[in-house]
């Protein structure tokens, strides 16, 4: 029987913007917008937040709790492995990794993924970047299934593979079936981007009428045009 889980990954040792999972935005830190829409996802049969274990997360672990949220605890620096034993212990055929940089991410665009993904013969699938497609930069997330993860967790070797757990799929698009698609005609604005990387990032958002129910297509009612 399949099982699709999302696991967010997320850590409090960012070096470009510390400590940002817990950054206040319109009254509720990062990490809260981006759990509570991913639950908004009707073909998602769970979700785990993978955070580092190390003491400075403990903070981050003791809020998601509270939120009555599954955590999981790996090495910091070999996500790729954090990742695949995250998937082993809740059993998923299938893994949608979900960027907590994404406090925007919209719950029915991974549906639409879930949905594209299992309707289209592939072994990986996006829709969080607009590469060869015109989504926005955030709204979306990365599917592939558990047997590919257990492929790079046994095969990738390099640093940089185990730091991003998805690039030797990308960097390896001869060996693996690649494929994303077009979100509908409201959304098509891939020169938006909705994801914090840097102060700045999170000022913009900060600043913007968001709210952590609202649709994708109201967000980008908001951002369109911004500077």
């Given at each position: 029987?399949s099982?699709?889980?999302?696991i967010?990954?997320?850590?409090?040792?960012?070096?470009?913007?510390?400590?940002?999972?817990?950054l206040?935005?319109?009254?509720?830190p990062?990490?809260?917008?981006v759990?509570?829409?991913?639950?908004?996802?009707k073909?998602?049969?769970g979700?785990?937040?993978?955070?580092?274990?190390?003491?400075?997360?403990?903070i981050?672990?003791y809020?998601?709790?509270r939120?009555?949220?599954?955590?999981?605890?790996?090495?910091?620096?070999?996500?790729l492995?954090?990742f695949?034993?995250?998937?082993?212990?809740?059993?998923?055929t299938?893994i949608?990794?979900?960027?907590?940089?994404?406090?925007?991410?919209?719950?029915?665009e991974?549906?639409?993924?879930?949905?594209?993904?299992?309707?289209?013969s592939?072994?990986?699938?996006?829709?969080?970047?607009?590469?060869?497609?015109?989504?926005?930069d955030?709204?979306?997330?990365?599917?592939?299934?558990?047997?590919?993860?257990e492929?790079?967790?046994?095969?990738?070797?390099?640093?940089?593979?185990?730091e991003h757990?998805?690039?030797?799929?990308?960097?390896n698009?001869?060996?693996?079936k690649?494929k994303?698609?077009?979100?509908?005609k409201?959304?098509q604005?891939?020169d938006?981007k909705?994801?914090?990387?840097?102060?700045?990032?999170y000022?913009?958002?900060?600043?913007?009428?968001i709210?952590?129910?609202?649709?994708?297509?109201?967000?980008i009612?908001?951002?369109?045009g911004?500077?």
């Amino acid at each position: 029987m399949s099982k699709t889980i999302a696991i967010i990954q997320a850590r409090l040792g960012s070096t470009r913007l510390p400590y940002k999972m817990m950054l206040s935005l319109h009254g509720k830190p990062i990490i809260e917008w981006v759990v509570k829409r991913v639950q908004k996802s009707k073909l998602l049969d769970g979700v785990v937040v993978a955070i580092p274990d190390n003491s400075k997360d403990d903070i981050l672990e003791y809020y998601l709790k509270r939120l009555n949220v599954e955590v999981f605890r790996g090495s910091e620096d070999d996500v790729l492995s954090r990742f695949y034993f995250v998937a082993k212990e809740y059993k998923a055929t299938d893994i949608v990794r979900v960027c907590a940089d994404n406090p925007l991410i919209d719950g029915l665009e991974i549906d639409n993924l879930i949905d594209f993904y299992k309707k289209n013969s592939c072994d990986y699938a996006y829709n969080h970047i607009p590469k060869n497609n015109s989504y926005p930069d955030g709204l979306g997330a990365e599917i592939t299934s558990f047997k590919i993860l257990e492929y790079m967790w046994h095969n990738a070797k390099d640093k940089k593979y185990r730091e991003h757990s998805m690039s030797y799929i990308t960097d390896n698009s001869d060996r693996f079936k690649i494929k994303t698609f077009n979100p509908k005609k409201e959304l098509q604005y891939p020169d938006i981007k909705l994801d914090v990387d840097t102060f700045d990032d999170y000022y913009k958002l900060a600043l913007k009428p968001i709210d952590i129910d609202m649709s994708g297509e109201e967000i980008i009612k908001i951002f369109k045009g911004a500077k």
